[in-house]
């Protein structure tokens, strides 16, 4: 083989290779590419949140939810629990009077602060969507949540002030 076609044979061999594993590829060739692509992210995950904050204060509480929404996403893909994006969501959707979606979204974070080993934000947010689940009248997904705060409720990890406001908002004495 001669010289001036290994380059197009290297080429070649990366249009073969799927879309996301080109990334790996290039990441592993050059670990620049994977820190420039972080940072960009972080940039572009603080400029939506900083997009929705500023539509919160303008009144716009759908567009803030929505730009909420897409930094959640956004640090997802990055491997991030999007706590204060989720929460910040359902604020928004609670301003507008919207339970039952701001009673989803609560749910979606407790269940993403559970797979990411937070069981501080998990019992929180589980907690407030029970509470608004019951309020729209969904008793069945307000009393599944229930059931797992009674469990978490088990947990050394959320402390003695948690768990009493969990009791207290729960109804238990």
Request: hydrophobic share 50%; glycine share 10%.
């Given at each position: 083989m001669t010289r001036p076609l290994m380059p197009v044979l290297g080429l070649a061999m990366l249009l073969a290779i799927p879309a996301h594993a080109q990334t790996t590829a290039r990441a592993f060739v050059d670990g620049q590419v994977v820190a420039r692509e972080l940072a960009s992210s972080a940039a572009a995950i603080t400029d939506l949140m900083d997009r929705g904050n500023k539509l919160a204060v303008d009144g716009k509480f759908r567009k803030a939810a929505h730009a909420f929404h897409a930094a959640a996403a956004a640090q997802l893909r990055v491997g991030e629990l999007p706590d204060v994006a989720l929460w910040q969501e359902a604020n928004m959707y609670f301003a507008l009077g919207d339970n039952a979606h701001a009673?989803?979204?609560?749910?979606?974070?407790?269940?993403?602060?559970?797979e990411y080993?937070?069981?501080?934000?998990?019992?929180?947010?589980k907690m407030n969507a029970a509470l608004l689940y019951a309020r729209v009248g969904d008793v069945e997904r307000a009393a599944t949540l229930t059931t797992e705060l009674q469990t978490l409720r088990k947990s050394p990890f959320i402390g003695d002030e948690l768990r009493a406001e969990l009791d207290l908002r729960l109804g238990r004495q």
């Open positions: 009673a989803a979204t609560l749910a979606t974070l407790g269940e993403r602060a559970s080993g937070n069981p501080v934000a998990e019992v929180r947010a």
